[in-house]
């Protein structure tokens, strides 16, 4: 995009194929013309995975694939109050771990949607888990993209 101008440029010599002007074109999707479709890699390889606790303890909700590493894109987390109760939903390898969310549910059920922007990304080989204390009552979703590439956790915690 140069100005308003936008280019869909051929890969094979760099010609232009068409040039639309952002702000005065309006697109028609005609079935003699050629379509652009961009689909990024959480979009075409995104899922999601819930679990309930009703009980203190830990629930593994997905793991990465070996040596891969897991995009986080959005969590919801809904519950009931429970007295002495919280939840937290964190990136864990067995050795690091690193919290995502911790909510109380002693006053208050616990409703938190999340919608992240930026790159909410674990480490090589590290999981979400759902850790619940006390007699807690929560559901907890996460949507996900695994990415079959991680650093190691001192390189991934040196930059954040």
Not at 7 to 24: D, G, Q, R, Y
Request: charged content about 20%.
């Amino acid at each position: 995009m140069t100005g308003n101008k936008v280019t869909l440029k051929n890969p094979n010599n760099s010609s232009a194929v068409s040039v639309s002007e952002f702000f005065k074109d309006v697109p028609k999707v005609n079935a003699d013309k050629n379509v652009l479709e961009v689909v990024d890699v959480v979009r075409a390889h995104g899922t999601f995975k819930s679990v309930t606790r009703t009980t203190a303890g830990t629930t593994t909700v997905t793991s990465a694939d070996s040596n891969g590493s897991l995009l986080v894109t959005d969590i919801v987390v809904t519950g009931e109050k429970q007295a002495g109760s919280t939840v937290e939903v964190r990136f864990d390898d067995g050795t690091n771990n690193v919290p995502i969310i911790l909510a109380s549910q002693v006053d208050v059920p616990v409703s938190v949607a999340i919608s992240f922007t930026g790159r909410v990304q674990g480490w090589r080989d590290a999981r979400i888990d759902v850790i619940t204390v006390g007699t807690a009552d929560a559901t907890v979703l996460v949507c996900y993209t695994k990415i079959p590439t991680g650093l190691p956790y001192a390189e991934w915690d040196s930059y954040r």
